[in-house]
């Protein structure tokens, strides 16, 4: 898991096209509302690689357990717009 988590992050730094798509796993939230410390990692690694123009789209993929009231992929998404990064369909 941790191998393939570092060639995720490391792919950027190889391939320079800006048509790329990144797609950033959940990884749990904490009390159900806020993205616990590996997702807030790995989704600001996701806006460093947009503001970077590594990539041009985020794809998000979490789903909703049963401690949690929204969805991961929703909680995710607010918090990429929060941090100015623009939601498309």
Known sequence: MALVEALIINYP??????DDYIIVLGAGLDHGVVPNLILRERLDI????????????????GGQGTDESIS??????????????????
């Open 13 to 18: 730094k190889y391939n320079r096209n800006s």
């Open 46 to 61: 996701a806006i460093k690689c947009m503001k970077e123009n590594l990539a041009q789209y985020i794809v998000l993929s």
């Open 72 to 89: 991961e992929a929703q909680v995710m998404s607010e918090y990429l717009q929060a941090k100015g990064i623009e939601k498309t369909k």
